[in-house]
Antibody, heavy 124, light 108 residues
Framework: QLQLQESGPGLVEPSETLSLTCTVS??????????WAWIRQTPGEGLECIGS???????YYKPSLMGRVTISVDTSKNQFSLKLNSVTAADTAVYYC????????????????WGQGTLVTVSS | ETVMTQSPATLSVSPGERVTLSCRAS??????LAWYQQKPGQAPRLLIYGASTRATGIPVRFSGSGSGTEFTLTISSLQTEDFAVYYC??????????FGRGTKVEIK
């Protein structure tokens, strides 16, 4: 059974770097047809796709976050990670990792499995 | 960026009733639309993808329809465990893949 678990600090100071890791169990992060995604949720902005990565390194980033965000994958540990630098209070959110399924032949995408989420607060 | 508009924002329903939720895209997204259910304190759960395909383990009372810019999620007979917030998400137009703001289904 696939499980995803986010981990990382729950409190980050303004202007610092938010770092989260998602550990995947029950499936290989190198399986074809799956990207691995980060999504965040705030009361103000709702659900927001941050980006997705394929195990080969192919990436999608939300344009408004480009320059601040890095998503990487570590196949040896079956993990993928999120780094968001120069954070402000606006980056306070529940951060989710998810499996992003891509059915290439029909061109369909969807997030089929999610981690439980972790609250990250940006505050001094 | 494709804007997803869900209506109504809140729906008050009695158990056993039929529920229809609407999602409208600001431009065509083909059939690349998913629906999720989120309960308080939990992550969203995939219900429907490809506009009309139920995800694994999703009860048959949930159905999705539509294409282009107009989509509907129908719950044929609302169960008590279905009270939640429902989100649609388009996967056609990147960047980025956008969510609606959700419809809260609450007990009448």
């Amino acid at each position: 059974q696939l499980q995803l678990q986010e981990s990382g600090p729950g409190l980050v100071e303004p202007s610092e770097t938010l770092s989260l890791t998602c550990t995947v169990s029950g499936d290989s992060i190198s399986n074809s047809g799956f990207y691995w995604a980060w999504i965040r949720q705030t009361p103000g902005e709702g659900l927001e796709c941050i980006g997705s990565i394929y195990y080969t390194g192919s990436l999608y980033y939300k344009p408004s976050l480009m320059g601040r965000v890095t998503i990487s994958v570590d196949t040896s540990k079956n993990q993928f990670s999120l780094k968001l630098n120069s954070v402000t209070a606006a980056d306070t959110a529940v951060y989710y990792c998810a499996r992003h399924r891509y059915q290439q032949f029909v061109g369909l995408h969807y997030f089929d499995q999610w981690g439980q989420g972790t609250l990250v607060t940006v505050s001094s | 960026e494709t804007v997803m508009t869900q209506s109504p924002a809140t729906l008050s329903v009695s158990p056993g009733e039929r529920v229809t939720l609407s999602c409208r895209a600001s431009q065509s997204v083909g059939s690349n639309l998913a629906w999720y259910q989120q309960k308080p304190g939990q992550a969203p759960r995939l219900l429907i993808y490809g506009a009309s395909t139920r995800a694994t383990g999703i009860p048959v009372r949930f159905s999705g329809s539509g294409s282009g810019t107009e989509f509907t999620l129908t719950i044929s007979s609302l169960q008590t465990e279905d009270f939640a917030v429902y989100y649609c998400q388009q996967f056609y137009d990147w960047p980025p893949w956008t969510f609606g703001r959700g419809t809260k289904v609450e007990i009448k």
